[in-house]
Every structure is written in C-alpha cells, then in structure tokens.
C-alpha cells in the first residue's frame, strides 16, 4: 500500500464514522419526531370527525327546520279545505239547517282526520233591524236562552249559529258576535273583501275555561248569497250572508301537527313579525322564560304566512338532537390516534437502537415506503380534494357507460347521487326526459367521444339543457376526455349566465324600443356615453350626432343654471327626478320629466348616471285643459244656487261647491275638504247623513228624500238626491250629493193643505178634513165595537146680528162661537165649520148616546151666555141634533144627515135645544110643509 493509499484509508474511515455518528444522533430523535408527527396526525383526524358530526347535526337540524315549516303549512291548508268544503254546502244549498251542517261536519271525522281543530262553525251576518227577528226565531227553535253576546249597540251583529261538535267548550260560543272584537273583526273584513281564507291574529277562545287556557286564532271563509254576483268589493260586501270558519287552540294543534317528533326541537311560535311576550302564542316545552335552560347548538327564526297572516317561528335544537350523530367517533379517533402514536414511536425508539447497519438499512427502507406511501396519499388526497371541491361537476364512467364517481359538485348542482345515474343509459333518461332531445344529444355525444378515443383528443365543448333531480332546468357546458380507459367529463353551470345574458338581451330591447329616452351620461355630467333612438328622435337629431353633444347643451338655456344642483342631489340620494325644458335641434323647446339615478361601484365612487326623460307636452297640455276645465265646472258649481259635494268611501268630502261652503258655516274651502259629516253638523245628523250614505252604497241606486236639515244655523228643509259613483271595473269611487232648498215650497204646500181642509174665519176644520176625521172614526169604532156621536149644530138669531151690527161682528161672533164650542169638548174630538153659521162636532167615542146629550146640553149652555164684542152685549142661541152611531146610521153620510135632521126637529120644537135623532123623523122639507 503506498503512502497516499495509506492517508487515504483513515480519512475514508473517518468520513464513515463521521456519517454514522450523524445517523445515530438523527436515531435518537426520530422516535420524539414521529411522536409528535402522530400526535399532530390524530388531532387532525379528531378535529375533521368532529366537524363532519357538527356538519352531519347541522344537515339534520336544517331538514327538521324545512320539516316542520312545510308540515305547519300543508297542515293549515288542509283545514282551509275543511272550510271551502262547508262553503261549498252553502252555495250548493238554498239554505242550510242545523241537522245537515252537524252531518256534514260529522262525516269529516275531525278528531281522526284533522287532530287539532276545535271545531267548525257558521257565524251569520245580521243586520240590526233584523236582530229582534232573528232571536226570535232562535227561541222558536229550542233555544229559550239564546242571545247575542256582547250587548250592545253595532252597525252589523254576528253570531255564531252552528258550530260543531256542539257540545262541551264549543256551547260556551253559541251567539257570540266575533265582529265586536277588533282581532276578529279584522279577519272577517279581509275575508269578506277578497274572498279567501284569512286567518286572524292571537286572541282567546270563547271555548277557553279557567284550566289549561291556551291561546287561539280562527279561519274564516265568507259565504255570500246564492246566485248574487261577487265579483267586485261592493258586490261582496253587499252579499255577504256569513263565514264559515274553525277555530284553534294553538296547544292542541300543534300536539295534532307535531305529535312526539318534535321532542329534539324546541318551538315558538308568535303573532306577527316580532317575538314578543305578548305575541307569543305556543311554547313547545314551556321554557320560553327558564333562564337555566342550556343554550341551542342551532336556531333560526323563519316568518310564516298563512291566509294572508304571519307566523314567526323561533325553532332551537335540544339537547337530545346530540344523540342522533355518533358522537364516539372523534373520542374514538382520539384515543386510538394517541395510543398508535405512542406504540409507534416505542416500535421506533426499539428499531433505532439495533445495529447501525440495520439502522441505516430499515431507515433508508422505511423513509423510502413513507415516502412512496405518502407521496401516494398525498396525490389521491390532492386529487380527491380538487375534485370535490372543484367549481364545475366531474365525474368517471367506465368504457361500459358504468358510472364509478361523481363530485360534490355534481349532486349541489343537479341533485343526483351515485345511486341515482348508476350508469350513462340512467343518467341520460333522467337529465334528458325529451326523447326527441335526449336522441340527438347522446348521438352527437357518442359520436364525440368515439372521435375523441380514436385521435387521443377531447371532445368539442357543448352547451345542453339537464332536467335536475328536483325537476328544474339548469344549462352547462359539456366537456369530455379519455384517461386510460376511463371517460372522464365535466360539466360547467352556466344557468346564471344564460339568464344574465337572457335579462341583457330583454333590458337591450327594451332599452331600444322604450318610448321614452333614457341617456347614459358620465360620471360628471357632461357627455353623453349611451343613448336609445327614442331620445334621439325626441330631440331632432341623430343617433351619431346626439352622441358628440355635451349634455348641458340639450337643456332650455334657462334651466343650465339649475343642472349642477339637480347633479347634486342626484349624487347625494342617489335618485332624483326633476321637471325641466329640453332644446331640440330647430331650436325650440319642450318640457320634460327627468328621472336620474347615480350609479356607483363597491367602494362607493360614481360610475355613471342614468336618465330616463319623457316628453310631457301632451301632459302639461292635459293638465292644462284638465285645470281649465275644473275652473269652469268649479264656476259652474259655486254659481249653481243648489249644494253640490262629492265624497270619497270613506265618508271624506273631496269636492263642494260655494253653496255647500256656505250652508256649513266656514269661509274656506280647505276647512271643509277632508272632513266629514261628523267634524261638520250635529252627532245626531252626522249619523243620519252617514246612515243614508251606507244605504246608497248597499243599493247601488240613487237615492232621493226630502228631510229639514241645518243652512247656516237655521233649520230648513232640502231636497236630496244621493247617486254612488263606480269607476270601469265597477269598483266604488265615492258618493255625489246634490240638494236644493224647498222650505217656501213646503211653506206653500202646507198653506194649500191648510186652506184645503180648515174655515179661513174660524181656523176650525171644513166640511172636507171633518168628513175625512169621521170616516176614520167610523172604521175604529168599527173594529173596536164601539159608539160615537155626530152633532150637527146651527145658531140661532144670528142673522139680525149681521143685520144689526155688520159683518164684520158677525165675523167676530163666529170665532168666538168656535172658541166656546172647543172649551166645551175634549182635545180628541172633533169641531168644524161646515158652512155659515152652521157647526159640526164629532165625538169619537163614547159610552152611550146620553154622553152626546150631555156634551150637546153643555155646548148649548155656553152659546146661551152674552157675548161682549165691540162694546155690545149680543145674546144668540142655538139648535143642535144628534146622532149616535151604529143606533142611526153606519155610515157617515147617513149620520151627517140624520143629525142635520134632528137639528131641524129642534128648530121646529121652539129653537135653542137638543134634540137626538129619532127613525120616524122627517127631513127639513117635509118639516118645513
């Protein structure tokens, strides 16, 4: 060995023991390094377990939610069912009895097919004249004790007539009026008006006892009358007859609805969109207000509308939710991951303390496999996780069109699993359910991917139309390669961009054809980005030669100095709408509506604005002629001497004119505008004035009426003429009212009227209105089997009086005549002048014909005594006759005359005496002879 051979032995000794100390040293801490190396390995595996069983409880949760929702829903409209049902026995029935609404119900089997529902009733709408009639007819029917409760005065009474079972809780709500309480009131109206079930908010059963209270709510469905239109509002509100409804308690429904699986979830359930204490109308464990109670894992809080009413769920899961996921398994991974770790690393603590050889051996063979191993798990990993979290749909069949993967991805988007589309044949029958499409879109495919196989390229990209699992329709673009002996596609959601570019293509098109311009300007207003034809056109120009114009330029110059303001407010509100003059290319102008919108990018800064501007000349003009033509009709109505007014259905006055104004007292239109009656006249005429509005718009006729009324304090009488106003769709406007003054008119018609039927001298009845009184009294008598008297009654020596002292005392002596006679009878009987100095005295009733005799003799008596006029004593008398019916005459005609005959006896018998008739006396004539 030479010298150099020999340095060389020692360093390459050196250099190996060197290497070796190394690796030891590198022994020592590999068992500490694949200690931690595991322990980190099982943390991670603890950690993802535990995620995936708070994402599995998390799923879980989710679906109960949707569960319990949907149920809650369908539950309630199956019950609306029950009602159209009831409604449905109405309209098919002229009317409907106690017996065949307690059939029906009974046929429904409500505690086995609909648990929860209290029970269904008919409330009838009763208007007050009709109340008296309707209790009545109550009675009448078995029911001695029935009565509609609350009492009180209302402008229509309801009550609850069937509601079955009729028995138990449900007896406590028969007659009551649902439409005196403000909750339910509200529900009947809206169901009333829209013809659809409409649920009320909370309230408290009338059925609820002293235990066990919960709150309620009710659904009503109207029911309207047979054969009358419903068409529109008044129509529905004139013939309305009742609702059917059920009532709830809310405890007892949702024990029916949810029965025991809901014990996971705990659930409440408020009135309205707010969670409140007073809102709150179900508690499913009772622990709203247990501050101990453990906090939920999950909750949400979802509205619920239900016959035009909201619901606010608050749904939280319970404790006992934790139990339907395996919660050992993270415990599992954990333990068994700390205890492998540790058995590993004393397997490697051993292995490193062999012989170096075989140190170096199994760490380099060791090294290699975890290397290989791990490099193998780290590719499948990276390609698992690449493909399940891709952002298109993957999956892989094999060369036999057997399906072996698909994505998350996939599922998310078109809702198929693995065990859905088993393979190509499958997956197209359901994506493509059009024969005719799904032909052509496989046979294009095949001969893609065959191509594809046979040139070592992938297919063409191509868009297609998929039916999803859940029946809607998504658009994706397909894509497909060969890898080995694998087909491999892919699938890119472009759903969103298709109906992005569907929206652009409409809103182009619309932006082209609008017959309004809309302008795009930039950001500081000064240049014209994009502009339609419509504003070109409008404007004079062209679509190049508008697009060189600085936007200020096509204002009026008068309105340049106000742009940078409108400018201002459009950039501080971000819409502002303004009315202007534009300029057009001839030079003239025209007004115009402009409405402009600033739009801005993420960070707030202004990108552009848009203006939509319309051409009002036609509208200004309108307005013009419409203000022209409200002047002259406002002319024609203040100079109109008759009251004229207009009232919306609210009772508020929305047109007068002066005359009206004038009658209520004020100066001012304004304070009469929006008013009604009652802010105007009297509680008790406003009353009447809105009792006759309410009649006006039940009919649907005009209405006319005389009545007195209040003309600037003063009590007048108005004729009135009440007419509703409908628009085209038969929809109620309002009402308009005309009324004139006929208080001279009344005046004259009471003077004629008087004149007609009273002496002009004596004020006394004439021959005409005595007649008429002695008919009536006849027709009493009559019925009532009783007598009355006839007198007949001429003066005596009146004639010289005349003679002796003028007319004018003879005048004076009749209505003192006429004085005395009245002192002599009661206030029911009856004294006429019938002609001269002839009197007739009716009295009405009686017990006997002395009666007559002795009122006669008292009336004689008190013509006997002097008179004092003008300073002269003047002494008369007189002869009075008498007849008694029925003992003389049934008729008037016959005791007139037999009276006037029984006058004339006394005449003949010396004068100044009474004298009752008699049936063997003769008439004047013969008297006379």
């Known amino acids: 060995m030479t010298r150099m051979e020999t340095r060389a032995a020692p360093a390459s000794a050196t250099r190996e023991l060197s290497l070796l100390t ?55 409209q199956t019950y609306q069912q029950v009602l159209r049902g009831a409604q449905g026995l109405f309209n098919a029935s002229e009317s409907v009895g106690r017996t065949e609404f307690k059939d029906y119900v009974a046929a429904l089997k409500l505690a086995d097919n609909y648990p929860g529902i209290q029970g269904v009733g008919y409330a009838l709408a009763i208007p007050p004249e009709e109340k008296e009639r309707h209790t009545a007819a109550l009675h009448q029917q078995g029911f001695p004790q029935y009565t509609i409760h609350p009492s009180g005065k209302r402008a229509l009474y309801t009550s609850i007539i069937y509601l079955e079972p009729f028995a138990e809780r449900n007896l406590r709500a028969f007659g009551y009026d649902m439409y005196a309480e403000p909750v339910r009131h509200e529900a009947m109206e809206r169901a009333r008006d829209t013809a659809q079930p409409a649920m009320s908010g909370k309230v408290l059963l009338v059925q609820e006892a002293k235990q066990d209270i919960q709150a309620g709510f009710l659904i009503y469905l109207p029911v309207y009358r047979n054969g009358m239109p419903h068409h529109t509002l008044a129509q529905r509100r004139a013939n309305l007859v009742g609702w059917v409804y059920s009532a709830f308690r809310m405890g007892d429904l949702m024990h029916g609805i949810y029965g025991e699986q809901a014990d996971d979830l705990d659930i409440d359930i408020f009135d309205g969109q707010e969670a409140t204490d007073q809102s709150q109308m179900y508690d499913s464990h009772n622990d709203y207000h247990d501050i101990h109670k453990p906090q939920p894992r999950f909750s949400v809080i979802r509205p619920v509308e239900i016959a035009g009413h909201t619901w606010t769920m608050a749904i939280r899961s319970r404790p006992s939710m934790d139990s339907r996921v395996d919660a050992a398994k993270p415990l599992f991974i954990a333990y068994g991951g700390a205890i492998a770790s540790l058995l590993l690393t004393l397997l490697t603590w051993m292995l490193v303390h062999g012989r170096k050889r075989a140190v170096q051996l199994a760490h380099k063979m060791n090294h290699e496999l975890i290397s290989s191993e791990q490099a193998l798990r780290d590719s499948k990993a990276k390609l698992q996780a690449i493909l399940d979290h891709a952002s298109v749909a993957i999956g892989w069949a094999d060369e036999n069109g057997k399906i072996e993967y698909i994505n998350h991805k996939f599922t998310e988007l078109f809702g198929y699993t693995l065990a859905d589309i088993p393979n190509v044949e499958e997956w197209s029958l359901r994506a493509h359910p059009d024969a005719g499409y799904r032909d052509r879109i496989m046979t294009q495919w095949g001969a893609d991917i065959t191509a594809a196989h046979q040139h070592g390229t992938p297919t063409h990209p191509a868009e297609l ?113 303004f009315e202007s003059r534009h300029l057009r290319k001839d030079g003239s102008t025209f007004p115009v ?12 800064e202004v990108l552009y604005r848009v203006v939509n501007v319309q051409d009002i000349s036609q509208l200004k003009a309108a307005e013009k002629a419409l203000q022209d033509s409200r002047a002259i ?26 005359a009206f ?135 005596d020596r009146f004639k010289p009086v005349n003679d002796l002292f003028g007319h004018d005392v003879g005048d004076m002596l009749l209505r003192e005549v006429a004085k005395r006679i009245h002192e002599c009878v009661r206030e029911s009987d009856t004294v006429a002048r019938i002609g001269g100095d002839e009197f007739c005295i009716l009295l009405p009733v009686i017990e006997a014909g002395q009666d007559a005799a002795t009122v006669a003799e008292k009336v004689r008596h008190a013509l006997c005594q002097p008179f004092m006029l003008n300073g002269h004593s003047i002494h008369i008398a007189c002869s009075i006759g008498v007849a008694v019916y029925p003992k003389d005459g049934k008729s008037s005609t016959l005791l007139v005359k037999h009276a006037d005959i029984a006058m004339y006896a006394a005449k003949a018998e010396g004068r100044d005496r009474v004298v009752i008739f008699e049936t063997d006396m003769s008439g004047p004539t013969q008297q006379a002879s």
């Open 593 to 604: 509506l402009v409405d402009a919108t600033t739009v801005r990018d993420e960070q707030g």
């Open 633 to 658: 009709l406002q002319s024609i109505l203040d100079n109109s001497p008759y009251l004229i007014w207009l009232k919306d259905t609210a009772g508020r006055f929305i047109a007068i004119n002066q």
């Open 22 to 76: 190394r690796w030891a040293a590198f022994g020592y801490l590999l068992p500490w390094l694949v200690l931690v190396f595991c322990l980190i390995s099982s943390f991670l595996l603890w950690k993802n377990a535990r995620d995936e069983s708070h994402q599995e409880l998390q799923d879980y949760f989710s679906f109960r939610v949707r569960e319990v929702l949907d149920t809650t829903t369908q539950r309630l």
């Open 465 to 577: 139309s998929i039916t999803c699992k859940d029946g809607s329709l998504r658009h994706a673009i397909l894509s497909s390669a060969w890898v080995g002996n694998k087909i491999l596609v892919s699938l890119s959601d472009i759903t969103e961009r298709k109906r992005n570019e569907e929206k652009l293509q409409q809103w182009a098109q619309i932006f082209e054809h609008a017959e309004w311009g809309i302008v795009v300007g930039s950001a500081d207003g000064e240049r014209i980005e994009l502009v339609n034809p419509a504003f070109a056109r409008a404007h004079g120009y062209s679509m190049e030669e508008i697009l060189r114009l600085p936007l200020p330029e096509l204002f009026a110059p008068e309105e340049r100095a106000a742009l940078p303001e409108h400018i201002r407010l459009a950039h501080a509100q971000g819409h502002h709408t």
């Open 661 to 795: 104004l004038e009658s209520t007292g004020h100066e001012e239109m304004n304070s009469v505008l929006g008013r009604t009656d009652a802010d105007l006249w009297p509680e008790q005429l406003a009353r009447k004035y809105q009792l006759d509005d309410e009649q006006v718009i039940a009919s649907g006729q005009q209405k006319m009426h005389e009545e007195q009324a209040l003309d600037k304090g003063h009590l007048t009488w108005m004729e009135t003429f009440k007419t509703p106003v409908f628009d085209d769709t038969g929809e109620l406007l309002g009402i308009t009212g005309f009324a004139r003054d006929i208080t001279e008119r009344k005046l004259r018609e009471e003077r004629i009227r008087h004149q007609a039927h009273y002496d002009t001298l004596t004020e006394l009845p004439n021959r005409v209105l005595f007649s008429d009184r002695l008919e009536q009294a006849i027709a009493h008598a009559k019925r009532d089997k009783s007598q009355l008297a006839v007198m007949f009654l001429d003066l």
